[in-house]
């Protein structure tokens, strides 16, 4: 499993919008700028075609962080 | 007399004339601009939207009128006619008994109406490959018409994006080659609030609160009386469901992944496209979308699609194509069709 850093920045380049080092671990997801359900469809793709886990919305919900997606990641896995 | 098989023979579409562009899109809500490259994964440019008082099923007749003229069809062969949509004339009688004297069809047609959003178009391809291969009809005449915009809440910014409107008729006859295969249907009613218009059926009729707003996660306002997506449990489902509907496809019809020439999905997105596509490893390629300029028109998305297909060359006589439709119910259905 990759580290929490590596997976914060691979998730970053996900969202063409954001600058570089926009996101660190402890960011709360849900304030890139302009979140909408598109974004959360663009965390969900990534992980599944990354860890081939397919998350739904309750385990979105379930987390604030990226750290806490990355925390999921690894129990589910 | 070899016994017939059921095939695609025609396809035409109609489009209102109202347009709903992109620049009309981020001037109704300007703080999208700044995430536009998160709009351009979706894949949609415009998308033509009804008039008041314009319905479903004039949307179908102008497209099996179209269908007429440009194939030189004569009416009086339709002995069956199909009308998928989401609404409908009345209560009472069924629009296709309307749509049938509109059309001027004979006498001795059936008519009927079935309700189904994004996978309707395969399902309507089985019952009239039913209709020919078991009990004779000859001429189907398959409409397929949204109108759901006018159900979406004006300050829904997610579904103003993704929906627009048209209608297609697709004319399937007989033919000693088979030309629709064996299909595969899936439901999961537990999902059925995910897709839904809460109030004004028969179930819950429209009250003062039934226009209340109701705010979901992301911001997207919508109210009991219009169309309700949870967009997030839509993708996770499509993404584990269209793979899954594309193997069993494969296996049902006793092929490999490399044995289909082209694979049309409903045209949801492009985002879950490509998402479902690299799911199952389908080569770039071998995928036909066309959504830039018509958004998401539900139950005509397929054959449009598959319309524009054709037209390009990207399919051709003799091709394999699987058609894969998933969505509102929840329900998924597909096919493998030769053209």
């Known amino acids: 499993m990759i580290s929490v850093n590596e997976f914060t920045e691979k998730l970053e380049a996900e969202f063409e919008d954001l600058q570089k080092g926009t996101l660190t671990p402890d960011t709360d997801y849900r304030t890139i700028n302009g979140w909408s359900s598109m974004h959360a469809l663009i965390v969900i793709a990534f992980v599944d075609s990354n860890f081939d886990i397919l998350l739904t919305g309750i385990d979105l919900k379930s987390t604030i962080t990226i750290n806490d997606l990355y925390n999921l990641i690894q129990q589910k896995k | ?339």
Request: hydrophobic share 40%; charged share 25%.
């Open chain 2, 1 to 339: 007399m070899p016994l017939l098989k059921a095939y695609i023979k025609h396809i035409s579409y109609h489009l209102p004339d109202k347009i709903f562009s992109n620049d009309d899109f981020f001037s109704i809500f300007p703080d999208s601009k700044k995430n536009l490259d998160t709009f351009k994964k979706i894949g949609i440019k415009k998308r033509h939207i009804v008039a008041d008082g314009e319905l479903a099923s004039d949307l179908a007749v102008k497209s099996a009128q179209k269908l007429f003229n440009k194939y030189s069809i004569d009416s009086n062969l339709i002995d069956f006619v199909l009308f998928c949509a989401q609404e409908f004339d009345y209560y009472t009688p069924t629009t296709a008994c309307v749509i049938h004297e509109r059309l001027k069809l004979p006498k001795n047609c059936g008519a009927l109406d079935f309700n189904l959003g994004c996978s309707g178009y395969p399902y309507g391809l089985s019952i009239a490959k039913g209709l020919i291969e078991g009990v004779g009809v000859k001429n189907v005449l398959l409409l397929t018409a949204s109108t759901l915009t006018r159900k979406v809440h004006p300050k829904d910014r997610s579904l103003r994006f993704l929906f627009g409107d048209a209608a297609c008729a697709t004319l399937i006859s007989s033919r000693e080659n088979d030309g629709i295969h064996n299909f595969v249907f899936g439901t999961d009613g537990a999902g059925a609030e995910k897709i839904i218009i809460k109030d004004g059926g028969a179930r819950n009729n429209i009250e003062s609160s039934s226009h209340d707003e109701i705010i979901d996660d992301f911001g997207n306002i919508t109210s009991r009386a219009h169309m309700d997506m949870n967009g997030v449990s839509v993708f996770s489902f499509s993404v584990k469901t269209a793979p899954a509907l594309v193997n069993e496809l494969l296996v049902k019809n006793d092929k490999q992944l490399e044995d289909i020439d082209l694979f049309i999905f409903h045209q949801a997105n492009l985002f879950i496209i490509e998402a479902i596509r690299k799911k199952i490893n389908i080569p770039e390629h071998k995928v036909f979308n066309y959504i830039e300029l018509v958004g998401n028109t539900v139950s005509s998305s397929i054959p449009i699609a598959l319309y524009e297909a054709i037209k390009s060359g990207r399919a051709k006589k003799g091709d394999t194509i699987l058609l894969a439709g998933f969505g509102v119910g929840l329900s998924w259905s597909g096919t493998i069709i030769t053209l």
